[in-house]
């Protein structure tokens, strides 16, 4: 499953950020349209990976990203959620492009810093 290499990757990257002590709550992370993610199954994924781990129970918020449409016909430009799109002017069928990127944006830690 896709979502759950992502998952994976994802966990190694917050890990190697983590402050000692530090427990993590949530995490967000952009993606962009090429990585095709589905969100529930990424979230599926990540509960199932930190089951069992210090990380359990944090949540992770995923930004998508827009497909990027261009038109040969009419040279218009737009963005949608949908890979396959027809221009809205001229009705030609769109040549989408998508982002491959991947980004670990934020992450909330909470520490236990007695006083
Ligand atoms: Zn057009």
Redesign the pocket.
Known sequence: MHEFSIAEHLLGQVRGHLPPGGRLRGLSLRAGAAQAIDPEALALAWRALTEDQPERGSVLALERLPWRHA??????AWTSDEALDA??????P?RPRGDFELTLLSMEVETDDPG
């Not at 038109?71 to 218009?76: E, L, S």
């Not at 221009?87 to 030609?92: D, E, F, N, W, Y």
């Open positions: 038109c040969a016909g009419c040279g218009g221009c809205g002017a001229c009705g030609l769109s």
